[in-house]
């Protein structure tokens, strides 16, 4: 009896870390400006990332201008997003991919012995972000 407790609790352990890490990330993208190459992709495909989960977000370092990553947008679709940029700081044309992958996050969460799925977790930080804790 006393190995299924201590089973689920290192599942919800697992989740809080999970969901610690969910928060700091999009905190820390909350609190800094992003590229506008970004907001704009963002913006013509209806997303405001003001109210969007930042999941990851990669930069490409001088020489080699580039966004790429992962973002949760305030209605609920995991974006997958990758673009090359000029000089300007502008999307190159035929660069930019902009990718609704929730399929993936969304059957990640049915796996069994995994807790709570990492998508569901990240609906949870958006959700409190947009909304305050609830």
Not at 4 to 27: C, D, G, P
Not at 39 to 65: E, N, T
Not at 98 to 109: E, F, G, V
């Amino acid at each position: 009896m006393g190995d299924a407790m201590s089973k689920q609790y290192s599942v919800q352990q697992q989740n809080a870390q999970t969901l610690a890490a969910i928060r700091q990330t999009a905190a820390w993208w909350r609190a800094r400006p992003l590229p506008d190459a970004l907001r704009q992709c963002a913006a013509s495909h209806g997303v405001a990332l003001g109210a969007a989960l930042m999941l990851d977000l990669r930069l490409a370092w001088p020489g080699m201008p580039a966004v790429c990553g992962k973002l949760l947008s305030a209605d609920g679709h995991f974006i997958h997003f990758e673009m090359e940029l000029d000089e300007d700081l502008h999307p190159l044309p035929g660069s930019v991919q902009w990718q609704d992958i929730s399929a993936a996050y969304l059957r990640a969460a049915h796996r069994h012995g995994t807790g709570v799925g990492y998508g569901v977790l990240c609906k949870k930080v958006l959700q409190e972000l947009n909304h305050g804790a609830s």
